[in-house]
């Protein structure tokens, strides 16, 4: 912009105080606020002040605007709700009137009065203290101007489940270059693992595989499977990331996919990634038939040649000499602008609920298990069998809530099971016929076409009860319980304890957090909530962002969600990804912590204290650096540094301390600073 | 290691095996336990029924005294289940608390005495043998190891549950007593009603209800099989033995299951006689079980893990921690 | 006079139902130590479904807990199950939400005593008769060996030999008088001052 940003010559600040409705008014005496910031604060350069009903309203921008136009005012003090909400639109306001938008400081009278007290004059009073103390310190303020960093238009992608795939496809169909970094074998995650999907149920692989093979075939995507983040450097529009390739033993480019290898490894494990535990798979194997890419894996630690040195039966059948028994990891290190984590979510571990008896009785069967086994490309080729592999259940039993709800284990909501254990339900009633108990505390059916489907399986004839599965035994009382299971739980609406035998039973388990994800976090400079999901940068209105500019979230990584809203989550992701890479540059608030290099003293006590992970030590020089575009200003550092060689643009010492002066102003004689 | 020891009122007189016994243990593994002067009753599960700060009151009293007579040793052990939880609740409570840990303080002051929550540690004997001694230094001890003994570990409750102070492995599956047994030479069963209550008071209040609760857990030990069954609480001891006879006259059965305390069995793994130990006093007669010891039973081969054949269509099991003695 | 009779008379017992504002809900959270979380109940049923005692309760201590939320009284006083209550701590262990379930038993049980509400007088007389000795010794008689004397010599009809038993502790006649601890003094003071404040909670 072209007019100076400096103001001339003495503060001339315009105090406006807002009565949000009643919000503020309701609790402060609005006018007596503004009317005392006239009076009282004019020695420090408060040549007018206003109340208003609604600041941020275009009224309210226009007066502001006008005002500084009319009254020359060179500073703005905006007494309204919290700066999280309006500092830009405030801002703003001052910069359309050709000022520098860092002349206007808010202080928060909603938040931090209105809103925590009823005490009419304490609120009246701290809401002058909180003026005065925005005043005092914004004559202090100076002009900054916005930081720019241009853009990398490449994104990397961590997490290929449905969320990370269709984020990797929104982008790459825009002509910019992704990589999708996928820790197994093939991309997919879990929703590779059902038969069908509710509520529709569909054949989760007939809607995933097209996706899977647009990803492996898309000139903008490369696709690194069985591959790991190492390390991230750098910033938002310019992160420097270290990807480990893990080695296959398997020369992707000679490698047709036709598996023979596979057919002829003798040695069969038990799968206990993709197939659950229940599942098997060859020492050298694709996870499952549509697995993209669809190279093999040598697993090491099973392969009889790395045990004992002999057999190499894959390398002899593998007509294109794809095999290679030293293939090394790889490193490749790529720059890119953005990165969306798409990590997806863990299940609870049911033996952690002895009361269930998982793993004790052969009959019980987790959620993922039941999807293995009534998937057509399972152990069982979708027959829902016992453990024995043959019999068909004549009565089966559905526990929700496994591990989700409990205070003993995850105090939430695994948001899934209800609509899972229906889905299970109506697949064991149409396969087997089975008298069926569901065992639920409250059926949360509350998306787009649900509760139709309870509907659905209640008219099929699935039998509720409504009551939290107390123990799941085999030692019979009766009978009748002889050779079941035996499920024993309190029928809350019929206000009965029941023993209910059956013949197999299946756990809903719920969604956990990644068991790494703090890890992940930390090394993507994000944060997880208590409970181990990352935490968006607002969970109502911006749920795909977080804390840190240029790092997006999406899928079961932020939280339990179905398919639907992973992928909605996938492609807003992508959106605000989108967004960033047309913009070709961001400008970053200016607001930013700086070392003095010749007062650095080398104590790297702050180096560790960074949330943002923005501080660098430098080793030739024996000083430490903060890099401007990770530093978000919060001012850790600047606090902690005890040689005060850290300062900070937007609340240098000489700003805050005026600031606490104003604070604690003393409202019967005004001090002139 | 030296503590403190709250014997308790049981273990004056029914249970009088058990404190025997577990003296002898005691001696055997160097501990040296000295008991708290003039304790008094911790009130089992009757007193917090008709007085909750009462209750809280007369257990604050032993832990007091505890305190006071702590030389050396802030460890307060006791051996009985309901002992041991009343000790461990109201301290824990106090420390919780602080309106309750006024509460407790302000009766106890009555009689001059204050107790600081926290200041002795509340141990049960089994915690003390597996977690201190450890069972490398019990295994060093056993001169008679209890070969062809099958044994079923019988926790109860209150010992594991509800654990205020996390002492033990889990409050449904502890592994202790089994990993314990086990080092005696015992064959340990993989018994499902371990953790099930023996009836409790039901036996005093109504004898239909208790009979059931102790066939809950007498048939299925008949069942597998088991030749004792090995408790660590009075109460459990006296139900499953001292109703047996009852309940198996109530339902027609003829159920047989005798049941010790672990300080006897360790007792005999260490060389002591039945006699030393108190074991003979049992309503369900022990001898024909402990005549087993030793003998090496006709050889029913451990069932080996058979690799598995291609025809068999059997899923897997999933994979159970180390200490998980079941399966099938 | 029986044991018990002569011990409760020394209770300071409050007619807590004729107190003004009687609330049975805040006077259970307020008499059970730490914090009952009853408040937090989300009637799950696990409670339950996990009692021993649970067929044979009146009321599950699930309902138990709706009822106190209803505001009935007098129905959950009466309710057998907290007598029924053995203390095993299953439900107390599994509860989702971590209320204190057990203890709110025993919290039941003073009160319905106290207001004279109790249903199940062998329960309520074993627990006077058990903590009359405490209160008189510092002992408890130690029931298994009166138990282990009544089976063993007194043989008789099976519902019979509990009732007759513990007749007989009462009367006197059987010989299990507990040894008396040195400081009685100590303890009975303690004890009268922890009812006069129970009865101020
Ligand atoms: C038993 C069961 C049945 C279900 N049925 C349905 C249904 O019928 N309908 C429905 O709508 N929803 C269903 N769901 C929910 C559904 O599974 C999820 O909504 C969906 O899979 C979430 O996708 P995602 O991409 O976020 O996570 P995921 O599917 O978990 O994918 C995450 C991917 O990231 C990879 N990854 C993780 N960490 C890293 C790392 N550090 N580096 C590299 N890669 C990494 C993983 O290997 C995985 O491939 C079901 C859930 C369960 C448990
Ligand atoms: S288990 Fe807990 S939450 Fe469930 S009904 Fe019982 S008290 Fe309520
Ligand atoms: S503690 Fe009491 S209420 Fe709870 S399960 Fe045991 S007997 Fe039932």
């Known amino acids: 912009m072209a007019n100076s940003k400096t103001p001339s010559g003495k503060p001339r600040i315009g105090v406006y105080v807002c009565h949000c409705g009643t919000n503020i008014a309701g609790v402060v005496d609005v006018e007596d606020v503004a009317n005392w910031s006239a009076e009282e604060l004019k020695d420090i350069g408060v040549v007018l002040s206003r109340d208003n009903k609604f600041m941020c309203s275009s009224q309210g921008q226009e007066l502001i605007e006008s005002d500084i136009k009319?009254?020359?005012?060179?500073?703005?003090?905006?007494?309204?709700?919290?700066?999280?909400?309006?500092?830009?639109?405030?801002?703003?306001?001052?910069?359309r009137a050709g000022m520098n938008p860092f002349f206007c400081e808010m202080a928060s009278i909603r938040e931090q009065v209105s809103w925590v007290t009823k005490d009419k004059k304490k609120a009246t009073e701290k809401s002058k203290s909180m003026v005065a103390g925005a005043v005092n310190r914004v004559v202090y303020h100076e002009a900054l101007e916005p930081i720019k960093v241009p853009i990398n238009p490449t994104t990397l992608i961590v997490g290929g489940g449905i969320a990370g795939i269709q984020a990797a496809l929104e982008i790459a169909n825009t002509g910019h270059e992704v990589y999708l970094v996928e820790r197994e074998p093939s991309i997919g995650g879990h929703m590779a693992q059902f038969d069908k999907t509710f509520p529709t149920l569909d054949c989760s692989a007939c809607i995933l595989t097209p996706r899977m093979s647009e990803v492996g075939m898309h000139p903008n995507i490369n696709l690194l499977t069985w591959s790991e983040v190492e390390n991230v450097d750098g910033f938002v529009g310019n992160f420097d990331v270290t990807i480990r390739k893990k080695s296959r033993c398997v020369i992707e480019e000679d490698c047709t996919g036709c598996g023979i290898c596979?057919?002829?490894?003798?040695i069969t494990?038990?799968?206990?990634?993709?197939?659950?535990?229940?599942?098997?798979?060859?020492?050298?194997?694709?996870p499952f038939d549509q697995a993209i890419p669809n190279y093999p894996v040598l697993d090491k630690e099973n392969c009889t040649y790395f045990i004992k040195g002999t057999c190499r039966a894959c390398e002899k059948f593998c007509a294109t000499n794809a095999i290679d028994f030293e293939q090394q990891d790889e490193i490749i290190n790529v720059t890119v602008g953005n990165i969306i984590l798409a990590t997806g979510y863990d299940l609870f571990d049911a033996r952690k609920m002895p009361n269930y008896g998982y793993g004790r009785y052969p009959n019980v069967f987790t959620s993922m298990e039941f999807e293995r086994l009534c998937n057509a490309a399972g152990p069982t080729n979708g027959e829902i069998v016992l453990r024995d592999g043959v019999t068909a259940p004549k009565s089966v039993a559905i526990v929700h809530c496994v591990g989700s709800r409990d205070k003993n284990h995850n105090n939430y909501c695994s948001a899934i099971c209800c609509m899972q254990s229906l889905k299970f339900a109506h697949i064991v009633y149409e396969r087997t016929g089975a008298e069926i108990h569901n065992f639920y505390i409250d059926i949360r059916t509350t998306a787009k076409n649900y509760d139709e489907f309870y509907q659905r399986v209640l008219d099929e004839g699935t039998l509720f009860v409504r009551g939290k599965v107390a123990e799941i035994t085999d030692v019979p009382q009766n009978e009748a319980e002889e050779g079941k299971l035996i499920v024993q739980a309190e029928d809350t609406l019929a206000g009965l304890q029941r023993r209910i035998p059956v013949d197999m039973v299946i756990l809903s388990v719920g969604l956990e957090p990644k068991g790494d994800s703090d890890e992940v976090a930390h090394q993507f400079g994000i944060s997880c909530s208590s409970n181990g999901w990352f935490t968006e940068k607002h969970p109502k209105l911006d749920p795909v962002s977080t804390m840190t500019e240029g790092i997006f979230i999406a899928g079961c990584a932020t939280g339990p969600k179905d398919i639907p809203a992973s992928v909605s989550q996938g492609s807003a992701a992508a959106a605000r990804v989108i967004s960033y890479i047309e913009m070709?540059?961001?400008?970053?608030?200016?607001?930013?912590?700086?070392?003095?290099?010749?007062?650095?003293?080398?104590?790297?006590?702050?180096?560790?204290l960074c949330p943002y992970n923005a501080i660098i030590f430098i080793e030739d020089k024996q000083v430490t650096e903060i890099n401007e575009a990770l530093c978000q200003g919060c001012g850790t550092c600047v606090a902690a540094c005890p040689a005060g060689a850290i300062v900070g643009t937007g609340f240098s010492n000489e700003q805050i301390l005026a600031q606490i002066e104003g604070l604690m102003m003393d409202f019967s004689v005004p001090e002139v600073v | 290691m030296k503590y403190l020891f709250y014997p308790g009122c049981s273990m004056q007189r029914s249970a009088k095996p058990y404190l025997d016994s577990l003296k002898l243990v005691e001696k055997t593994l160097g501990l040296e336990s000295v008991d708290v002067e003039d304790w008094n009753c911790c009130g089992a599960t009757e007193f917090s029924s008709v007085n909750r700060t009462a209750s809280h009151a007369i257990v604050g009293r032993n832990l007091a005294l505890a305190q006071e007579q702590a030389s050396g040793t802030d460890e307060l052990v006791a051996a009985c289940s309901a002992c041991y939880l009343n000790l461990s609740k109201t301290d824990h409570f106090m420390r919780e608390d602080a309106d309750f840990n006024a509460l407790v303080n302000d009766a106890l002051s009555a009689g001059g005495l204050e107790y600081e929550p926290g200041s002795v540690k509340v141990r049960h004997s089994l915690d003390i043998i597996v977690n201190n001694v450890g069972y490398d230094a019990v295994k060093e001890k056993v001169t008679k190891p209890l070969s062809g003994l099958r044994v079923g570990a019988y926790y109860g409750c209150m010992i594991v549950r509800p654990d205020v102070n996390e002492r033990f492995s889990n409050p449904e599956e502890p592994y202790e007593l089994e990993d314990l047994l086990e080092v005696l030479g015992a064959e340990v069963v993989d018994f499902k009603m371990?953790?099930?209550?023996?009836?409790?008071?039901?036996?005093?209040?109504?004898?239909?209800v208790a009979y059931d609760m102790i066939k809950q857990i007498v048939k299925p030990a008949v069942e597998e099989e088991i030749d004792v069954l090995v408790t660590l609480c009075p109460m459990c001891q006296l139900n499953i033995d001292a109703f047996q006879n009852e309940m198996n006259k109530h339902f027609g059965t003829n159920y047989e299951v005798p049941i010790l305390y672990f300080s006897q069995l360790m007792g005999l793994a260490f060389g002591y006689t039945e006699k030393e130990l108190g074991i003979g006093k049992e309503f369900v007669n022990?001898?024909?079980a402990l005549a087993k010891i030793g003998k090496t039973t006709e050889e029913v081969p451990t069932p080996k893990k058979k690799k598995?054949?291609?025809?068999?269509?059997?899923?897997?099991?999933?994979?159970?921690?180390?200490h998980y003695r079941g399966g099938s | 006079m029986s044991v018990s009779a002569e011990f409760n008379n020394k209770q300071s017992y409050t007619k807590i139902k004729d107190l003004p504002g009687f609330n049975l809900i805040e006077l259970v959270e307020a008499r059970t130590p730490g914090d009952s979380r009853l408040?937090?109940?989300?009637?799950?049923?696990?409670?339950?479904?996990?009692?021993?005692?649970g067929k044979d309760m009146d009321h599950s201590p699930r309902q138990l807990f709706a009822m106190l939320r209803a505001g009935i009284v007098d129905e959950v006083l009466e309710s057998n199950a907290p007598w029924y209550c053995v203390s095993c701590y299953k439900c107390y262990v599994r509860c989702p939400q971590e209320v204190k379930i057990t203890d709110i038993m025993y919290t039941l049980k003073t009160i319905a005593i106290s207001t004279g509400k109790f249903k199940v007088n062998e329960a309520k007389d074993f627990s006077e008769t058990f903590t009359g000795y405490v209160e008189k010794y510092g002992r408890s008689f130690e029931f298994g060996l009166s138990t282990r004397h009544s089976l063993r010599h007194l043989p008789m009809t099976v519902s019979g030999t509990i009732g007759l038993g513990l007749g007989l502790i009462k009367t006197g006649r059987l010989d299990i008088t507990p040894h008396k601890i040195k400081n009685i003094d100590q303890l009975q003071k303690i004890l009268n001052r922890a009812y006069e404040l129970e009865a101020q909670r």
């Open chain 1, 584 to 608: 070709g540059e961001l400008e970053l608030e200016p607001v930013r912590a700086s070392v003095i290099e010749e007062i650095c003293s080398g104590c790297k006590i702050c180096n560790d």
């Open chain 1, 70 to 95: 009319e009254f020359g005012l060179n500073r703005v003090v905006v007494a309204a709700c919290s700066p999280h909400l309006h500092e830009k639109t405030f801002r703003g306001a001052c910069e």
């Open chain 2, 286 to 288: 022990v001898s024909p």
């Open chain 1, 269 to 286: 494990v038990i799968d206990d990634e993709f197939g659950v535990g229940i599942g098997t798979r060859k020492a050298i194997y694709t």
């Open chain 1, 262 to 266: 596979v057919q002829k490894c003798p």
């Open chain 3, 39 to 53: 408040e937090m109940c989300i009637q799950c049923g696990s409670c339950g479904g996990s009692c021993p005692s």
């Open chain 2, 308 to 322: 598995k054949s291609k025809s068999d269509p059997s899923l897997p099991m999933p994979k159970m921690p180390i």
């Open chain 2, 194 to 208: 371990k953790t099930q209550c023996c009836s409790g008071h039901m036996t005093q209040i109504s004898s239909e």
